[in-house]
Nanobody, 117 residues
Framework: VQLQASGGGLVQPGGSLRLSCAAS????????LGWYRQAPGKQRELVAY???????YIADSVKGRFTVSRDKDKNTVDLQMNSLTPEDTAVYSC????????????WGQGTLVTVSS
């Protein structure tokens, strides 16, 4: 299984970016796809996830600005990020795990999001 992330880049404060992650290969059907981020000098933070079949989570730190969505027929997950601030600058990594599992099964490569004027 491979997770391919895309969509990072440089954006001005107040701007928007959309991250996408696609899982390829034989991934288990009862999966959760989501995003973590890690800013320089900070701990990794769970940002959002979407459960295949329904259900999602958005961290309080981004609630109202970020939305997570996934295609119900495909193993893809998108993170729409609006009203970005410099505090959102981080490496964003997508992941996949089984529903209810405590550990991550697969990680995608990180994609850098830089919010700066």
């Amino acid at each position: 299984v491979q997770l391919q992330a895309s969509g990072g880049g440089l954006v001005q404060p107040g701007g928007s970016l959309r991250l996408s992650c696609a899982a390829s290969g034989s991934i288990f059907s009862n999966n959760v796809l989501g995003w973590y981020r890690q800013a320089p000098g900070k701990q990794r933070e769970l940002v959002a996830y979407a459960i295949r079949g329904g259900g999602y989570y958005i961290a309080d730190s981004v609630k109202g600005r970020f939305t997570v969505s996934r295609d119900k027929d495909k193993n893809t997950v998108d993170l729409q990020m609006n009203s970005l601030t410099p505090e959102d600058t981080a490496v964003y990594s997508c992941y996949a795990k089984r529903i209810g599992a405590g550990t991550i099964d697969y990680w995608g490569q990180g994609t850098l999001v830089t919010v700066s004027s």
